[in-house]
């Protein structure tokens, strides 16, 4: 191999941002049905990439009870930052954002809802419970 392309390709290999351990396609199932999907790759040193999620009916105590199949279609995140291990971002879902906080928790990750004191209020006020974090296991 020529001198200049291996040059060439070790700047190449040394500008690409090497990936995060964030990177990847990771799902959480209940009872067999795969509901939550979050795929996220670093380009250019940033992570980028989408969630879906289907609807969920959960007990009393913010655990699962039903779920629904993950739509197929992934909806763009937005507002990635980094703060230490916890990445958060944001989804348009209708008028609204949702935001949300993944962690590492050995080899997976925890995907936290992150709601508003006015979504806490307008939960309450309907009886419903908080979801309980999710792990979420990387998927194929």
């Given at each position: ?44 040193g ?5 969630i ?48 949300f906080?993944v962690?590492?928790?050995g ?34």
């Open positions: 191999m020529p001198l200049l392309a291996i040059i060439a390709l070790a700047t190449f290999a040394a500008v690409q941002a090497p990936a995060t351990k964030y990177d990847g396609t990771w799902i959480a199932q209940f009872e067999g049905v795969t509901w939550a999907r979050l795929e996220l790759r670093t380009v250019n940033a992570v980028t990439g989408g879906s999620l289907g609807n969920i009916e959960m007990h009393k105590d913010g655990t699962l009870r039903h779920v629904e199949p993950a739509p197929k279609e992934l909806s763009p995140i937005f507002d990635v930052r980094q703060k230490g291990d916890t990445l958060s971002f944001s989804r348009k879902d209708s008028n609204d954002a949702d935001r906080e962690s590492s928790v080899t997976d990750l925890q995907l936290t809802f992150v709601f508003t004191e006015e979504d806490r209020r307008e939960f309450a006020a309907e009886g419903l419970p908080l979801p309980k974090p999710v792990r979420l296991v990387k998927g194929k």
